[in-house]
């Protein structure tokens, strides 16, 4: 098991003193996810469910669509890589596509267009209300389970939630890789997502709104600022977005009645 | 000229209200970067200075070395490409690299281990100092920079500085990108990084201190937190690295004599 963080000494400086202390800094470790011995990507991520992410990541550019394809994970921690194998007969036509979109702060898409398209076919029809204070809660608990952000600060988080309660709650220092990681446990451990709730520390953009409707969820809540791609595609995929939801304030972009209706 | 913001309309919910207000949201734009007619890139981007993001980012790639092997940079605003072509004879040897490291929160690398061995050979030796208070009074004439993020709240910003002032500052969706506009402006003015300083919102992972090391900027600001590994470059490059820059305190995580001899 890799440790997902690292002591370090540092100066500590402010107006009036300088001191030498010991601190806490978050770890960055190269992951190489290979696909019956393809290799796919090299990712930058923080040590920890190295099979979710994995598994979420290739579920994410679509190389892999359910869990009966894959034979095994291997974790290969001295040489950082995760090793998938499917079996033969459920391998992806055209093998690994070689040209990649490469996004903004953290994206990494093959095929964005055509994802697109093929997405928004498919509107997500969830019937699910939630209220504005059930979203306000529902933040507060995202918030406080950031066990490794309070230590070092430097990692975004991603949950899986029903209107209650956290169900799946993962970190990374990118916040792609934090949402592959829940979707990968979600995709090995057979756990719907179907009229569910996706919670994201970070900024959302036209990827994360990718792989949110790929996994059918009506509910997308940010504590940062969407892009004006992901407020259009949250709106085409039928996904409500809710951004900025910080205290008991916050912003509806898209499909709002499903918030509104559960409003006192 | 592409817009760099969009307004839209949302719900602004409160414990209180639900109110429908226009609102302004960051763009997302996608540019697709090509080299003498091949494709490189496709990145989502912020849409303003595109010709400094797409000869920064072929610089840091290290598919460009210098200005003079440019021959001419088109930005087509309607298909979003970017096509830099270069004189013949200044041509890589090798093509374009097809194996593409994706980084944790944007990041983009084509060959980080073999980068890391040719950076370190090259240690920056620059002997600038600079006192905690310069640094701090850089940081507040940053923050008040941002122009986008007062609106949008969602980009980062990039800057080159010396001692005293902002020189040029950028910015953009990805923290990457805001960096490669900066150091493309660079490239393509002439303007000289060598005993300068590096401002950036972001966190400092192993991407952003190859960039910063490849033009010898001696300094690293950050508000932001660093990785491990963004340290460990730090340490290796000789460059100065502080982060958590926020108010009248930071973290000096190496080579703090650049900044210690600087204290009153």
Redesign the interface.
């Known amino acids: 098991m890799e440790q997902e963080v690292?002591k370090?000494f540092?100066?500590?400086?402010?107006?009036q003193d300088?001191n030498r202390i010991e601190?806490t800094?978050?770890?960055?470790y190269?992951l190489t996810i290979l696909l019956n011995n393809d290799?796919v990507?090299?990712?930058?991520?923080?040590p920890s469910n190295l099979d979710y992410l994995a598994a979420g990541f290739l579920f994410s550019e679509g190389l892999i669509k359910e869990k009966s394809q894959i034979k095994n994970i291997i974790i290969d921690h001295e040489n950082g890589l995760a090793k998938i194998e499917t079996w033969k007969d459920s391998q992806m036509e055209g093998g690994i596509p070689?040209?990649?979109?490469?996004?903004?702060?953290?994206?990494?898409i093959t095929s964005?267009p055509s994802d697109i398209t093929v997405q928004t076919d498919r509107e997500i029809t969830s019937q699910i209300e939630i209220s504005?204070?059930e979203i306000?809660l529902l933040m507060d608990k995202f918030v406080l389970s950031s066990r490794i952000f309070k230590n070092?600060?430097?990692v975004?988080s991603a949950a899986l939630c029903d209107k209650r309660d956290l169900l799946l709650f993962r970190e990374?220092?990118?916040?792609?890789?934090a949402i592959d990681k829940v979707f990968g446990e979600c995709l090995l451990k057979d756990v719907n997502t179907n009229e569910r709730i996706i919670m994201t520390s970070?900024?959302v953009?036209?990827?994360i709104l990718l792989k949110v409707a790929k996994r059918n969820v009506p509910l997308l809540i940010s504590k940062?600022?969407?892009?004006?791609?992901?407020?259009q595609l949250s709106q085409d995929f039928g996904i409500t977005l809710?951004g900025?939801v910080r205290g008991?304030?916050?912003?509806?972009?898209t499909h709002?009645w499903r918030?509104?209706k559960g409003?006192k």
Chains 1, 2 share one sequence.
């Open positions: 690292k370090i540092m100066l500590k400086v402010d107006e300088t601190d800094v978050v770890r960055e190269p290799e990507i090299t990712l930058l991520c923080t070689s040209k990649r979109f490469i996004a903004s702060s953290g994206g990494r964005l504005a204070d306000f070092t600060g430097g975004h990374d220092i990118g916040r792609h890789n970070g900024r953009s036209s990827e940062s600022a969407p892009t004006d791609m992901g407020i809710a900025f008991r304030r916050m912003n509806v972009y709002g918030v509104i409003l």
